[in-house]
T-cell receptor, first 112, second 114 residues
């Protein structure tokens, strides 16, 4: 089954404790992206990747890192999480820019 | 600036009634247009898309949307709403340039009364 998976689905952590949210897709998509969703603010892009070893900032990259060492994986790293990063995070993939994006189920992160 | 406006934050309709969700975009050319749905606790799923050709596009779950260039609109419609359609609906567009970034609306929350 074609899908985007994210782990964990729920995470509660404390300020400053490094964490990684994994994202994996099995559709051989070149383009992958991370979004955060906050009430009243809609979806905002954090980072995206056009292909292996090619990543770029989205609209709200501060406080986040990503890497794309393999085509299927695109982890989101929070080196020192802060409470303002409490949000619902989505990973998405697509064949390329402008194409339909396939979304993961989301990761709800709470930073205390 | 490129943007998407969904004027209605929340809409409630009765089951069986027709539905129209509005979407207007601001962009200097014809974009690629999308409607996504997010059911409670779920990720986003594509309902339909418009790239070119027939301006009335059919999607999944009985939804359709019509692209109107003169109004810069891409409204989503369904003739008869089911209770399971209660969800958040997002309109988005991608520009046709080298950086085909997706620009998202803020969403419309749909409630369905039995």
């Amino acid at each position: 089954e074609a899908q985007v998976t994210q782990n964990p689905r729920y995470l509660i952590t404390v300020t400053g404790k490094k964490l990684t949210v994994t994202c994996s897709q099995n559709m051989n998509h070149e383009y992958m992206s991370w979004y955060r969703q906050d009430p009243g603010l809609g979806l905002r892009q954090i980072y995206y990747s056009m292909n292996v070893e090619v990543t770029d900032k989205g609209d709200v990259p501060e406080g986040y890192k990503v890497s794309r060492k393999e085509k299927r994986n695109f982890p989101l790293i929070l080196e020192s999480p802060s409470p303002n990063q409490t949000s619902l995070y989505f990973c998405a993939s697509s064949l390329g820019l402008g194409h339909e994006q396939f979304f993961g189920p989301g990761t709800r992160l709470t930073v205390l | 600036a490129q943007s998407v406006t969904q004027p209605d934050i929340h809409i409630t309709v009765s089951e069986g009634a027709s539905l129209e969700l509005r979407c207007n975009y601001s962009y200097g050319a014809t974009p690629y247009l999308f409607w996504y749905v997010q059911s409670p606790g779920q990720g986003l799923q594509l309902l339909l898309k418009y790239f070119s050709g027939d301006t009335l596009v059919q999607g999944i779950k009985g939804f359709e949307a019509e692209f109107k260039r003169s109004q810069s609109s891409f409204n989503l419609r369904k003739p008869s709403v089911h209770w399971s359609d209660a969800a958040e609906y997002f309109c988005a567009f991608s520009n046709a340039g080298n950086n085909r970034k997706l620009i998202w609306g803020l969403g419309t929350s749909l409630g369905v009364n039995p």
